[in-house]
T-cell receptor, first 110, second 115 residues
């Protein structure tokens, strides 16, 4: 059973469209991270959110941490083909151990 | 450059043989490293926590006698897949942190194919 559930699991959209990926859990995390991963490579950290209700922006990406620190969302504005990849949320547990979400495979078509 | 390095990046082995994957922290000491397994287009699943100088802590369902972890030094953890079978074919990734910081560095991953 996945501790963190992501939705949607797969998403294929046209260039220029907006999208939102959700990450939900019944557990409370001290912080939550979002990663993007290319095939055959390790995941790359995009952002860490710590405070309930926190919103962080990274160019066209907007990350939000739920007030109760159980859920998070990633919104991409005007998606580009370069945004294609596997997006993973991860709850930070003790000793920097991560529990990863189920993942969202995003494909942006030109 | 890479902060955490894995070797080999790709390995093919025959069924029944054993294969070792190394995870090194570069320019820092890591008392704890983590090993993950990932199937294509799926998420990372934590296999075990590697502790320097002591036994690894395995997640539920992970066979400790099959996936041997050794953390002999503060910069090196190894994962040995023993008596490998085709179903062990997967992408294996390690991670480590610097000191007590919350930044977690991942290795480049190692593709294992068992034929």
């Amino acid at each position: 059973t996945q501790l963190l559930e992501q939705s949607p699991q797969f998403l294929s959209i046209q260039e220029g469209e907006n999208l939102t990926v959700y990450c939900n859990s019944s557990s409370v995390f001290s912080s939550l991270q979002w990663y993007r991963q290319e095939p055959g490579e390790g995941p790359v950290l995009l952002v860490t959110v710590v405070t309930g209700g926190e919103v962080k922006k990274l160019k066209r990406l907007t990350f939000q941490f739920g007030d109760a620190r159980k859920d998070s969302s990633l919104h991409i504005t005007a998606a580009q083909p370069g945004d294609t990849g596997l997006y993973l949320c991860a709850g930070v547990l003790s000793a920097r151990q991560l529990t990863f979400g189920s993942g969202t495979q995003l494909t942006v078509l030109p | 450059g890479a902060v955490v390095s894995q070797h080999p990046s790709r390995v093919i082995c025959k069924s029944g043989t054993s294969v070792k994957i190394e995870c090194r922290s570069l320019d820092f000491q890591a008392t704890t490293m983590f090993w993950y397994r990932q199937f294509p287009k799926k998420s990372l699943m934590l296999m075990a926590t590697s502790n320097e100088g002591s036994k690894a802590t395995y997640e539920q369902g992970v066979e400790k006698d099959k996936f041997l972890i050794n953390h002999a030094s503060l910069t090196l953890s190894t994962l040995t897949v023993t008596s490998a079978h085709p179903e062990d074919s997967s992408f294996y990734i390690c991670s480590a942190s610097i000191g007590t910081g919350n930044t977690i560095y991942f290795g480049e991953g190692s593709w294992l194919t068992v034929v």
